[in-house]
């Protein structure tokens, strides 16, 4: 036997000192207390288990100490002692939450059986608050990883999609976007060269204008040349023959200079086109420089007017376009060679490291130098045939981009983070929540079951008095018939035969009381069920072998058996649900009348398994239906049944964690089935 510690409170001395040595004979560890104070200290200085505790004590009564237990010593069951004139308080107690009472002077052997039933209970609530935390440990971690895979896991996909096509978007937009600025940019400087060749082509048309003008008159050229744009170094005439004979600007030398064998003078002659934009070459000047000239026909002669640009300017130019767009432009000519380029990126008519394909108009292409990513924007000019090149690294092409995306990133990261930690605490406040519940329904319920218990005696006064009372009649009208036989006045035959008759009708309504009062008893006692593993199918089976089949088959009724063979077992009291199922079945039998069947089948659900007891009786009305459960209502006949046996049966299933339903038909029979979940929390 485990051992128990116990703490006996009682004022009389001599009680004290025999249960205690009585107690410890049994294996007890036994501790006494003479006062309510000091049974108080004896809890705090000892690890006491089960109390007994009288209810009449000096100064603090029992109740009062018992109060004091429950509120600093919730673990600890206390038994009530009492005597007859003081069962009122002790069922006060009870119902204050001791565990049982018991009426002194009391069996040693009861005291012992009620020390471990106490016992018990007590650590069958550890054992089953051991094994909810236990469960709802579980639960919360598979409920929460659930949680956060139901809900991150499509938020981890669409962060991993996101990423992707903002990658892919960030690339093909950042593409379109140099692609975009490369034709924007080259046709501000196709723009820019159609205003240039406009500029001088005015020239032709000023109101002054002479085939042989005077020096006077090309520095106004000039002049208003340079007042569009200063980048015009300076101004000259040719005539049919390519000879400059006039001249306006920095050179003077190069007045009357021939240029009949320059190429650029050549191709302006032969082609369709009236003007001609060259490349940047030396020339005579052995400085780098690019001229527009324009053709003019006057009296079926060609003339040329034409201008030197400085490409320092026209850098300067192309740097102001491209100002804020964080792109390094250039232009170079077909051969490769940079024609306008910034100082640090090459120098004039230098070969260049990249030259976009002729027969593609415009396009963006990626290379790859020391080790970085570079996008290329490329786009022909119609003015002239140059490429405008305009370079930007990944790096600094999407820097916003990628900002926003690590800011996005960050900030998407600390919501999942949010969520994912929400998510979490939620649920584990809602299983601590669900975990505190249980506890509570399971504490309330023992707690409840037993005061239902005890609160039903007074509404089970009028039901005992009357059932008590018939055959308290039965025995006093029998005496008082036994007596007038034996009085030779009423001349009543005093045989023994007809007196035993007598005596035998007293016998039997005293046995009657006597069954009455035993399941009274079991009904209004509180008895904590001792579980054990139990498989129904065996119980079942085991009510039915023997003398219970044999007398339903001399009554020609046929027991039909169906029963699942995969039943697991779950955790009941043994002899408890044994008496409910033989109740059922005994009202199965009681109920049929003359050749009938009882189908006793059991079934698994998900959670729980079910027990059906049915037969092919006389049923039931709706009105027993609403009452059959009610103490003292039965639909046997007068003396056949107590209507104990469904209330006892109703509390025992309640107990165990099951229910009862119930259906039935008048003239069609009667079915009961019982409940019980598999796994209890």
């Known amino acids: 036997m485990i051992n128990i510690n116990v703490l006996l409170v009682d004022d009389e001395e001599r009680f004290l000192l025999t249960t205690q040595k009585l107690l410890e004979k049994k294996g007890y560890t036994v501790q006494t207390a003479s006062s309510g104070v000091e049974a108080l200290g004896k809890l705090k200085e000892h690890n006491i ?37 003081t069962v009122e308080s002790a069922v006060e107690g009870v119902k204050l939450g001791a565990a049982n009472y018991l009426i002194k002077p009391a069996d040693i052997d009861d005291i012992s059986e009620k020390i471990q039933e106490a016992f018990e209970k007590r650590q069958t609530i550890r054992e089953q608050t051991h094994d909810r935390k236990a469960y709802f440990k579980k639960l919360k971690v598979r409920l929460g990883v659930g949680l956060l895979a139901a809900f ?20 093909d937009t950042g593409r379109l976007n140099l692609e975009a600025l490369s034709n924007s940019q080259k046709n501000t400087i196709d723009l820019f060269l ?30 208003d040349l340079r007042q569009v744009d200063d980048a015009f170094i300076d101004v000259g005439f040719l005539n049919t023959q390519g000879i400059q004979t006039g001249y306006a600007g920095s050179f003077p030398y190069l007045k009357d200079k021939n240029y009949s064998d320059e190429s650029w003078f050549k191709i302006l002659l032969n082609q369709k086109r009236h003007y001609y934009i060259s490349n940047i070459y030396l020339g005579f000047r052995e400085k780098p420089h690019f001229t ?15 201008s030197t640009l400085d490409p320092d300017k026209f850098y300067m130019f192309l740097r102001s ?29 230098g070969k260049s490291d990249y030259i976009p394909p002729e027969n593609i108009e415009s396009g963006v292409t990626e290379i790859n130098k020391n080790g970085d990513s570079i996008l290329i924007g490329y786009a022909w000019l119609k003015e002239t045939p140059w490429a ?28 999942f983070l949010g969520i994912a930690a929400g998510i979490w605490v939620a649920n584990s406040r809602l299983i601590t929540h669900a975990q505190g ?53 009423f001349n009543l035959n005093p045989s023994p035969e007809e007196i035993v008759k007598e005596i035998d009708t007293i016998d039997s309504a005293a046995f009657r009381a006597r069954t009455i009062t035993k399941q009274l008893l079991a009904f209004g006692r509180k008895n904590e069920p001792k579980l054990i593993p139990c498989n129904v199918n065996h119980i079942l089976d085991d009510i039915m072998s023997g003398l219970k089949e044999r007398e339903f088959k001399v009554a020609d009724i046929e027991i039909i058996r169906e029963y699942d063979p995969g039943l697991p077992e779950i955790m009941l009291d043994h002899d408890q649900i044994r008496q409910v199922f033989f109740n059922l079945i005994n009202n199965a039998g009681d109920a049929i009348c003359g050749p009938g069947k009882i189908t006793i089948t059991t079934i ?43 209330s006892v049966s109703l509390n025992i299933v309640e107990s165990l964690g099951g229910t009862i339903d119930v259906q039935s038909l008048e003239g069609a029979g009667s079915s009961f089935t019982v409940s019980f979940p598999i796994r209890r929390l």
């Open 292 to 306: 527009i000239a324009v053709r003019q026909i006057i009296d079926g002669n060609p003339y040329i007017m034409r």
């Open 437 to 489: 519940a249980a506890e509570k329904s399971d504490e309330l319920r023992h707690q409840l079951f037993h005061a239902s218990k005890l609160a039903s005696v007074g509404e089970l006064a009028t039901g005992v008095a009357h059932e008590i009372n018939n055959p308290l009649a039965i025995i006093v009208a029998t005496s008082g018939v036994i007596r007038d036989m034996l009085n030779p006045e």
């Open 604 to 646: 698994r659900s998900d959670e729980d398994i079910h027990i059906t007891i049915k037969d092919t009786g006389k049923g039931m009305s709706p009105r027993q239906l609403g009452e059959i459960f009610n103490p003292f209502f039965t639909t046997k006949e007068v003396g056949k049944g107590t209507g104990l046996g469904l």
């Open 388 to 415: 405008l090149v305009v370079r930007q690294p990944l790096k600094i092409a999407h820097a916003g981009m990628y900002e926003s995306r690590r800011m996005m990133s960050i900030i998407l990261v600390i919501i």
């Open 321 to 349: 376009i491209s100002r804020g767009k964080e792109v390094e432009s250039a232009l170079i000519n077909k051969e490769g060679l940079f024609q306008i380029v910034d100082p640090d990126r090459g120098e004039l008519l």
């Open 152 to 171: 991150m896991l499509p938020y981890a996909a669409f962060f991993g999609y996101f990423q992707f096509q903002f990658s892919k978007t960030l690339k």
């Open 49 to 85: 288990q089960v109390v007994l505790l009288d209810v009449r004590m000096p100064g603090m009564d029992g109740i009062a100490i018992l109060k004091k237990i429950k509120r600093d010593f919730p673990l600890i069951e206390v038994i009530m002692l009492t005597g007859h004139g």
């Open 194 to 223: 159609q205003e240039r060749v406009a500029n001088i082509f005015t020239l032709f048309h000023s109101a002054d204008f002479s085939l042989n003008p005077s020096q006077n008159k090309m520095q106004t050229y000039l002049h």
